[in-house]
Structures are given as C-alpha cells and as structure tokens.
C-alpha cells in the first residue's frame, strides 16, 4: 500500500502539526488551471507534485486550443497556481513547471 506524503510546516506547531497531502496540492492547481480558457489539464496524472524538505515542485501537463500562444498560457498556468496555491495553503512552490504536451482542434 502507498504511504501518503504530506506537506508540514514546522516553523508554526505552537498549537499542533498541520499537513496538507500533495493530492490537495493537485487540485487546488486543476481547479485554478480550469478558469483558464483554453488550456485542460492532460490525463488524469497531469499534475505531479513533489516535496523535497519543504520546498514543493509541481509539474502539470497540458493540452491548449488551436490558436492560443502556448507562452502566454503557460505563464497564466504557473501564476494562477501559485497565486491559488500561496492563498489557500500559504505555501510557496519553489517551481511550477509547465510542459505542454499537445494541441486541441
């Protein structure tokens, strides 16, 4: 069985441990990547969160429509996420990476 990893803050235990799982993480970024128009999550192993210590990496795999700047909706992905990410945690990711995998018709 999988062990279930989870994000601690342990400069802030004064009144107990907090974690957050890293799926939690996931859906905050699908859930933020779904306001953008045009740009879908790929697969239901798009995102991909990682911890190293304290510091968390997400990778997300997307596929934009035909006529979208993939730039340009790459760079709204990783500020939306980690605007979303950053209010709904207050974690910081250290990196958001974007790889967009395919085009939409």
């Known amino acids: 069985m999988a062990q279930s990893i989870y994000y601690s803050n342990p400069a802030n235990e004064k009144l107990g441990k907090i974690c957050i799982g890293l799926p939690v993480f996931n859906l905050i970024a699908e859930k933020s990547i779904d306001e953008i128009e045009g740009v879908h999550v790929s697969g239901k192993n798009g995102i991909l969160s990682e ?4 510091d968390l990496t997400m990778t997300i795999n997307t596929k934009i429509s035909y006529g979208i700047l993939a730039s340009k909706a ?3 992905i990783q500020e939306r996420v980690t605007r979303a990410i950053v209010d709904m945690s207050n974690v910081s990711p250290k990196a958001i990476n974007v790889n967009v995998i395919g085009i939409e018709f």
């Not at 911890?51 to 304290?54: F, H, K, P, Q, R």
């Open 51 to 54: 911890l190293d210590g304290a």
């Open 74 to 76: 790459s760079k709204e």
